[in-house]
């Protein structure tokens, strides 16, 4: 056997040339590489609290909605509190990513990409509430407005119509959102993965090459699009707080409800951001991207929105004691003395008291103490939503039909089965696609190498 | 026709080097970038993106989806209550404001997909993974006497290499 020519030796010793590439790609594609034990094992509970949940919700479908705890005369229980809790999680990711967009808080590129997938998946969870709800799920299709035999369609001067199309409307939008700010990453991540990764990327890319064209194009779209959007993200919590405030429900039916819910919504939106960034920061270390100022800068978000929900929350006692209507003084008398004690006191502490912490500068980026305080928040804000909806429904005008409702282990399977379907996504989220803006970092990146740090 | 490719550092110098030669009358030029720069992409192209009059149809066409489909639904299957119109005005904004904002944001997608050209295709022969790392390319078709005055101008504005891609 003769030897192979000295120089085809010497190209099998040579490794493969890399493909060029800068440190901010290293750095955030590392985020999607390979998977852990302990991202496994994550994954693993998070499903199996979804299969639980699955398992509870087939249940119900098949003996119908009296597993749950409703009891006459609350019929609206842990299900619609979770499905508002949801939605409003979904709003830090809109307002980080249109709002902060259209004011050019260069800071919101570090974690405009995380809310936004934040905000799809809890929409996406919201959203299986809607089924989850209604006791012949398979009639869901109801709210729709299609043609049938009978010449029926849907009223939309009830507020849960409104709420369908808000919800939709969001749901695809923040999709949307997501997609075309993905884009320019995707072909990224197209230019570095192989095998079906490289498939997948370069088809959800569609050949993207960053022609001057191609951004242009691109530039237009997310202008638009925040402008868009940002009118939107204000009415979806304005809708589903319509859902309540339309009724006659005393502890309901209140002007204010439409803002406090919308502050309620980023405030407890940013919190989630906060609960997934902080370790995502922490396993990936990334913190040379996700820095203190910007948990700074979202502590201070907090704190902004936390007094205006504070504030909703002394308005709603003011008004049902200026009122003089003893429904709703009544209402709001058992609110913080009657059987929900506990949660109202909960909401106010968590939610009004707890975050005015964050006035102490050094607590603002003190990241156990953050972490902390997101998670209580949002605890907090389940329980606001607990307290307005079940603490309205079980003392309406009548006395007489004045009832008590607990969750009961059903729904709370449910409800823990809705954490977990969130964090499924999001675990399945990070490991597919750049957790951070990849070409929105290179933007702050190129402009601070040519122009010096002068930021 | 002969076509050079260039590569840069910072997006200021293909911004000028753009701008000198789409002055001397060079107009076949293609830029790629790593992330938006708007000197270099209004070098290329002052006029605003066309995506702007999608999101403006897709926002009208919502309005007036959102308004007649509601009105003739409610007057098609009417709802008598206490003598009132069975259309309401009011609720109906609600419809008509989240169909303004679904239908033009979809339409401004198609838009960026459609004037952006961004579908699944085969990429450009001198794209290179570079321009998706930190450097931008400029490619220019030009005939063959004016090559060595454009690699010049190219090289006059820190191009970092010129190649000629193509006799």
Not at chain 2, 66 to 93: E, Q, R, V
Not at chain 2, 127 to 154: K, N
């Amino acid at each position: 056997m003769t030897p192979p020519p000295a120089e085809s030796v010497a190209a099998m010793i040579r490794p493969a040339p890399k493909p060029p590439d800068s440190k901010v790609n290293r750095d955030l594609l590392r985020v999607m590489d390979g998977a852990g034990p302990g991202y496994w094992l994550l994954l693993l509970i998070a499903a199996g609290s979804v299969g639980a949940a699955g398992a509870v919700w087939f249940y119900q479908v098949y003996k119908g909605l009296g597993i749950a705890g409703y009891a006459h005369p609350v019929f609206w229980g842990a299900y619609i509190v979770t499905f508002v809790f949801w939605v409003g999680i979904a709003h830090a990711g809109t307002l980080i990513s249109a709002i902060l967009f259209l004011f050019r808080a260069k800071w919101r590129n570090a974690i405009n990409r995380s809310a936004e997938a934040m905000t799809v998946m809890a929409v996406l969870t919201a959203a299986q509430f809607l089924g989850i709800h209604v006791g012949r799920m398979w009639k869901s299709y109801f709210i729709l407005p299609y043609p049938n035999q009978r010449g029926l369609w849907v009223n939309f001067k009830s507020p849960l119509l409104w709420d369908t199309v808000a919800i939709s409307t969001y749901a695809t939008i923040s999709i949307l959102f997501l997609f075309v700010g993905l884009i320019p990453d995707l072909a990224i991540a197209r230019d570095r993965f192989s095998g079906w990764r490289k498939l997948l990327y370069t088809l959800l890319a569609g050949g993207w090459q960053g022609t001057s064209r191609q951004w242009k194009a691109h530039n237009r779209t997310v202008l638009h699009l925040s402008g868009l959007a940002t009118p939107l993200v204000l009415s979806v919590h304005s809708v589903v707080s319509w859902d309540f405030a339309i009724s006659i429900v005393p502890g309901w039916h209140a002007t204010i409800f439409a803002p406090y819910f919308v502050a309620g919504a980023i405030f407890s939106g940013f919190a989630m951001v906060l609960t997934v960034m902080i370790p995502v920061r922490r396993i990936f270390g990334l913190e040379e991207y996700i820095t203190d100022y910007h948990f700074e800068n979202m502590s201070r978000f907090i704190l902004l929105t936390s007094i205006i929900v504070g504030y909703a929350y002394l308005a709603e006692y003011y008004v049902a004691w200026y009122s003089g209507v003893e429904a709703e003084q009544s209402a709001f008398w058992l609110r913080a003395f009657g059987p929900y004690w506990i949660s109202t006191w909960v909401m106010i502490i968590f939610n009004g008291v707890l975050p005015q912490l964050l006035w102490i500068s050094k607590l603002r980026t003190n990241v156990p103490f953050l972490f902390v305080l997101s998670v209580l928040i949002n605890i907090g804000m389940w329980f606001e939503r607990y307290v307005i909806i079940i603490g309205g429904l079980s003392r309406e005008y009548d006395p007489a039909v004045w009832g008590v409702y607990t969750p009961n282990a059903a729904e709370l399977t449910i409800v823990a089965g809705s954490f977990g379907l969130f964090a499924m996504l999001f675990l399945i989220f990070i490991k597919l696609f750049p957790v951070i803006a990849i070409s929105e970092i290179k933007e702050l990146v190129i402009h601070e190498k040519t122009h010096g740090a002068d930021h | 026709m002969p076509m050079l490719m260039a590569v840069f550092d910072q997006p200021d110098q293909i911004a000028e080097a753009v701008t000198r030669l789409k002055g001397r009358g060079y107009d076949d030029i293609e830029t790629y970038a790593p992330a938006p720069f708007e000197a270099m992409e209004d070098a290329m192209d002052p006029k605003p993106s066309r995506v702007r009059l999608l999101t403006l149809i897709g926002g009208l066409v919502g309005v007036c989806t959102g308004y007649a489909m509601t009105i003739w639904m409610a007057n098609d299957w009417p709802l008598m209550i206490g003598g009132k119109p069975f259309s309401s005005i009011p609720p109906y904004t609600i419809i008509a404001f989240e169909l303004m904002i679904l239908f033009g944001g979809v339409l401004t997608v198609l838009g960026l997909f459609g004037f952006g050209g961004i579908y699944p295709h085969k990429l450009d022969a001198v794209y290179d993974p570079r321009f998706s790392a930190e450097e931008f390319g400029l490619v220019i078709e030009c005939r063959d006497r004016d090559v060595v005055e454009i690699e010049d101008l190219l090289r006059a504005h820190a191009a970092k290499e010129v190649n000629l891609v193509q006799a």
